[in-house]
Protein backbone atom coordinates (compact mmCIF):
# COMPACT_ATOMS: atom_id res chain seq x y z
CA UNK A 1 0.00 0.00 0.00
CA UNK A 2 1.12 3.31 -0.72
CA UNK A 3 1.96 5.76 2.27
CA UNK A 4 0.12 9.20 2.04
CA UNK A 5 2.54 12.34 1.65
CA UNK A 6 3.93 13.54 5.16
CA UNK A 7 5.18 16.74 6.26
CA UNK A 8 7.51 17.03 8.97
CA UNK A 9 6.77 19.42 11.96
CA UNK A 10 10.09 20.21 13.27
CA UNK A 11 9.88 21.16 17.19
CA UNK A 12 13.31 22.10 19.10
CA UNK A 13 13.53 22.14 22.63
CA UNK A 14 16.65 24.03 23.49
CA UNK A 15 17.79 22.05 26.43
CA UNK A 16 17.97 19.14 24.17
CA UNK A 17 20.11 17.87 21.87
CA UNK A 18 17.98 16.57 19.40
CA UNK A 19 14.91 17.99 17.49
CA UNK A 20 11.44 16.51 17.99
CA UNK A 21 9.92 15.59 14.60
CA UNK A 22 6.24 14.90 13.67
CA UNK A 23 5.94 13.62 10.55
CA UNK A 24 1.93 14.26 9.85
CA UNK A 25 -0.18 12.18 7.12
CA UNK A 26 -1.86 14.33 4.73
CA UNK A 27 -5.40 13.85 5.60
CA UNK A 28 -3.97 15.23 9.28
CA UNK A 29 -3.43 18.68 7.73
CA UNK A 30 -5.67 20.90 7.90
CA UNK A 31 -4.47 24.27 7.18
CA UNK A 32 -1.38 24.65 5.22
CA UNK A 33 -0.20 28.69 3.74
CA UNK A 34 2.09 30.55 4.15
CA UNK A 35 0.50 32.62 7.46
CA UNK A 36 -0.56 29.77 9.47
CA UNK A 37 -0.22 25.78 9.82
CA UNK A 38 -2.62 23.47 11.62
CA UNK A 39 -2.55 19.36 11.65
CA UNK A 40 -4.77 17.36 13.99
CA UNK A 41 -4.68 13.80 15.36
CA UNK A 42 -6.59 11.10 17.34
CA UNK A 43 -4.60 10.68 20.61
CA UNK A 44 -5.04 8.42 23.76
CA UNK A 45 -6.51 10.51 26.44
CA UNK A 46 -4.59 10.71 30.12
CA UNK A 47 -5.33 11.60 33.49
CA UNK A 48 -8.89 10.94 34.46
CA UNK A 49 -9.69 10.11 30.93
CA UNK A 50 -7.26 7.54 30.68
CA UNK A 51 -8.19 4.75 28.30
CA UNK A 52 -10.43 7.51 25.87
CA UNK A 53 -9.29 8.78 22.85
CA UNK A 54 -9.31 12.56 21.85
CA UNK A 55 -8.02 14.57 19.20
CA UNK A 56 -5.26 16.91 19.36
CA UNK A 57 -5.12 20.27 17.32
CA UNK A 58 -1.86 21.84 16.87
CA UNK A 59 -1.90 25.38 15.48
CA UNK A 60 1.34 27.27 14.18
CA UNK A 61 1.73 30.75 13.02
CA UNK A 62 4.69 32.50 10.97
CA UNK A 63 4.25 35.67 12.66
CA UNK A 64 2.93 35.03 16.31
CA UNK A 65 5.50 33.93 19.37
CA UNK A 66 2.82 31.00 19.91
CA UNK A 67 1.61 27.69 19.21
CA UNK A 68 -1.48 26.27 20.58
CA UNK A 69 -2.67 22.54 21.27
CA UNK A 70 -6.35 22.57 21.53
CA UNK A 71 -8.17 18.85 22.56
CA UNK A 72 -11.30 17.80 21.12
CA UNK A 73 -13.34 14.66 22.08
CA UNK A 74 -14.74 12.71 18.60
CA UNK A 75 -18.19 14.55 18.39
CA UNK A 76 -15.91 17.79 17.99
CA UNK A 77 -16.45 19.23 20.94
CA UNK A 78 -13.33 21.61 22.89
CA UNK A 79 -13.13 19.82 25.68
CA UNK A 80 -10.85 20.10 28.73
CA UNK A 81 -8.14 17.11 29.74
CA UNK A 82 -6.68 16.81 33.82
CA UNK A 83 -3.20 15.94 33.97
CA UNK A 84 -2.42 14.25 36.86
CA UNK A 85 -1.06 16.62 38.89
CA UNK A 86 -3.15 19.69 38.08
CA UNK A 87 -5.65 21.73 36.96
CA UNK A 88 -7.92 20.65 34.12
CA UNK A 89 -7.29 22.38 31.12
CA UNK A 90 -8.26 22.62 27.00
CA UNK A 91 -5.87 24.81 25.41
CA UNK A 92 -2.08 24.59 26.11
CA UNK A 93 -0.51 27.18 24.25
CA UNK A 94 3.88 27.44 24.05
CA UNK A 95 5.25 30.33 23.70
CA UNK A 96 7.97 29.81 20.72
CA UNK A 97 9.53 31.24 17.53
CA UNK A 98 7.43 32.33 14.92
CA UNK A 99 7.04 29.06 12.04
CA UNK A 100 9.70 28.97 9.77
CA UNK A 101 9.34 26.87 6.14
CA UNK A 102 11.82 24.27 5.33
CA UNK A 103 11.09 23.29 2.37
CA UNK A 104 7.65 20.97 2.48
CA UNK A 105 8.54 21.10 6.57
CA UNK A 106 7.87 23.50 9.14
CA UNK A 107 9.89 23.97 12.35
CA UNK A 108 10.15 26.67 15.47
CA UNK A 109 11.79 26.73 18.93
CA UNK A 110 9.93 26.05 22.29
CA UNK A 111 11.08 29.07 24.40
CA UNK A 112 9.52 27.24 27.46
CA UNK A 113 6.46 29.05 28.45
CA UNK A 114 3.64 27.62 28.72
CA UNK A 115 -0.40 28.87 28.74
CA UNK A 116 -2.72 26.94 30.19
CA UNK A 117 -6.88 27.63 29.18
CA UNK A 118 -10.10 26.22 30.72
CA UNK A 119 -13.42 25.90 28.87
CA UNK A 120 -14.08 29.02 31.00
CA UNK A 121 -11.31 31.13 29.83
CA UNK A 122 -9.55 30.90 32.96
CA UNK A 123 -5.67 30.57 32.49
CA UNK A 124 -2.44 30.44 34.56
CA UNK A 125 1.42 30.88 32.84
CA UNK A 126 3.49 28.23 33.32
CA UNK A 127 7.38 27.05 33.48
CA UNK A 128 8.72 30.61 34.11
CA UNK A 129 11.18 29.25 36.74
CA UNK A 130 12.67 27.11 32.98
CA UNK A 131 12.03 30.14 31.22
CA UNK A 132 14.10 32.41 33.54
CA UNK A 133 16.71 29.60 33.55
CA UNK A 134 17.39 28.87 29.67
CA UNK A 135 17.61 32.27 29.72
CA UNK A 136 20.30 32.91 31.52
CA UNK A 137 22.20 29.89 29.79
CA UNK A 138 22.15 31.43 27.03
CA UNK A 139 20.08 28.46 25.38
CA UNK A 140 17.73 31.73 24.12
CA UNK A 141 19.00 34.66 22.98
CA UNK A 142 18.40 38.42 24.65
CA UNK A 143 16.21 39.12 20.94
CA UNK A 144 14.00 35.81 21.49
CA UNK A 145 13.55 36.83 25.70
CA UNK A 146 12.33 39.96 24.05
CA UNK A 147 10.70 38.75 21.57
CA UNK A 148 8.99 35.46 23.98
CA UNK A 149 8.03 38.04 26.65
CA UNK A 150 5.91 40.23 23.87
CA UNK A 151 4.57 37.12 22.25
CA UNK A 152 3.07 35.79 26.08
CA UNK A 153 1.62 39.55 26.58
CA UNK A 154 -0.35 39.10 22.70
CA UNK A 155 -1.20 35.61 23.83
CA UNK A 156 -3.20 36.63 27.12
CA UNK A 157 -4.75 39.63 25.21
CA UNK A 158 -5.84 36.78 22.43
CA UNK A 159 -7.72 35.24 25.47
CA UNK A 160 -8.70 37.30 27.24
CA UNK A 161 -11.18 39.44 24.21
CA UNK A 162 -12.12 35.89 22.96
CA UNK A 163 -9.55 36.39 20.05
CA UNK A 164 -8.10 32.97 20.67
CA UNK A 165 -11.97 30.59 20.68
CA UNK A 166 -12.96 33.22 17.35
CA UNK A 167 -9.87 31.58 16.01
CA UNK A 168 -10.50 28.27 16.80
CA UNK A 169 -14.02 28.55 15.56
CA UNK A 170 -13.17 29.40 12.47
CA UNK A 171 -10.10 26.65 11.06
CA UNK A 172 -11.89 25.59 7.40
CA UNK A 173 -11.46 21.62 8.89
CA UNK A 174 -12.62 18.00 8.36
CA UNK A 175 -14.22 16.55 11.24
CA UNK A 176 -12.32 15.30 13.70
CA UNK A 177 -13.40 11.99 13.10
CA UNK A 178 -11.29 11.85 10.12
CA UNK A 179 -8.32 12.77 12.06
CA UNK A 180 -5.33 9.94 11.85
CA UNK A 181 -3.57 8.03 13.97
CA UNK A 182 -0.19 9.93 14.99
CA UNK A 183 2.92 8.44 13.97
CA UNK A 184 5.84 7.48 15.88
CA UNK A 185 7.92 10.92 16.69
CA UNK A 186 11.17 11.09 15.75
CA UNK A 187 14.55 12.38 16.72
CA UNK A 188 16.47 14.55 14.30
CA UNK A 189 20.08 15.82 15.00
CA UNK A 190 19.91 19.02 15.67
CA UNK A 191 22.61 19.67 13.04
CA UNK A 192 20.62 18.93 10.29
CA UNK A 193 17.61 21.27 10.80
CA UNK A 194 19.92 25.21 10.81
CA UNK A 195 16.71 26.81 11.00
CA UNK A 196 16.04 26.00 14.72
CA UNK A 197 19.81 25.69 15.62
CA UNK A 198 21.22 28.56 18.00
CA UNK A 199 23.31 31.02 16.40
CA UNK A 200 22.06 30.33 13.23
CA UNK A 201 18.00 30.44 13.38
CA UNK A 202 16.29 33.30 12.58
CA UNK A 203 15.01 34.47 15.42
CA UNK A 204 18.15 34.67 17.55
CA UNK A 205 19.27 38.25 16.55
CA UNK A 206 15.82 39.34 16.23
Known amino acids: MRRAPTIRDLDF ?26 RQSREPAWGEGAGEQLVLRHLAFSVEWFKINATYDLSGNLIETRPPDGAPFALNCDISTPMVRVGGDVSAVDLFLDVLVSLDGDHRVVDEDEFAQAASAGLIS ?13 LLSWIRTGRLHDLLDGI ?15 RTPLSE ?14
Open 193 to 206: VPSVAPGTRRSWSG
Open 142 to 154: AAEVRAAESGLAR
Open 172 to 186: PSAPVATAPEPLPVE
Open 13 to 38: HPDEDHVRCYRVPDPGVLVNDADMYV
